[in-house]
């Protein structure tokens, strides 16, 4: 059954610890994204791959670093010097253009 | 760059009324428009979209929506809507050429739906 892995579906950790979020998908995709949700503010762009071995940021990618060393996996560490890591990630995978994003069951990230 | 703006943050309706989820976008260049559905603690599955040809698009589940070009729009529509369509509906465009933007999405604020019996 081909789809997209978020792994944890809760995740708590304590302020000032750098955090990795796991991203995996068998849809054999090539582009793969991370997005952040908070409340009334949509979806925000962190990071985004088009290729394994390459990502660009997004439009909020302080605090935030990726890897894409294989073309299944776009792991996301939340990193202390994010300021307000507390929200509800996302990651997306799509194939070609014009194709559709297909997103993740997410997780919720929650620093104490 | 693009900008979507859903128009109502939330949009309570009774069971069996009509709705209309409004979605309204700003962009230099020609766009791609998606319609995405987020239940309670899930991600987001796609509702519809408009790439090109007849400007109403329909999903299997009764929503509609019509690409108006003139009005920069892409309103979300259903005749009768059911208890179970209570979700968070997300607006969201793609440049369809090359360039900076090209593959991200931009998404509006998102719509709550809530539909009461």
């Known amino acids: 059954d081909g789809g997209i892995t978020q792994s944890p579906k809760y995740l708590f950790r304590k302020e000032g610890q750098n955090v990795t979020l796991s991203c995996e998908q068998n849809?054999?995709?090539?582009?793969m994204y991370w997005y952040r949700q908070d409340p009334g503010q949509g979806l925000r762009l962190i990071y985004y791959?088009?290729?394994?071995?390459?990502?660009q940021k997004g439009d909020i990618a302080e605090g935030y670093s990726v890897s894409r060393e294989k073309k299944e996996s776009f792991p996301l560490t939340v990193t202390s010097a994010q300021k307000n890591p507390t929200a509800f990630y996302l990651c997306?995978?799509?194939?070609?253009?014009?194709?559709?994003?297909?997103f993740g069951p997410g997780t919720r990230l929650t620093v104490l | 760059a693009q900008s979507v703006t859903q128009l109502d943050s939330q949009v309570p309706v009774f069971e069996e009324a009509p709705v209309e989820l409004r979605c309204n976008y700003s962009?230099?260049?020609?766009?791609?428009l998606f319609w995405y559905v987020q239940y309670p603690n899930q991600g987001l599955q796609l509702l519809l979209k408009?790439?090109?040809?007849?400007?109403l698009v329909e999903s299997i589940n009764g929503f509609e929506a019509e690409f108006n070009k003139s009005q920069t729009s892409f309103h979300l529509r259903k005749p009768s809507v059911h208890i179970s369509d209570t979700a968070e509906y997300f607006c969201?465009?793609?440049?369809?050429?090359?360039?900076?933007?090209?593959?991200?999405?931009?998404f509006g604020q998102g719509t709550i739906l809530t539909v009461h019996p």
């Open positions: 969201a465009v793609t440049p369809n050429a090359g360039g900076t933007s090209y593959g991200k999405l931009t």
């Open positions: 408009y790439l090109s040809g007849s400007t």
């Open positions: 962009s230099s260049v020609s766009v791609y």
């Open positions: 791959s088009q290729i394994v071995n390459d990502f």
């Open positions: 997306a995978s799509r194939q070609g253009m014009p194709d559709t994003q297909y």
């Open positions: 849809l054999n995709h090539d582009a």
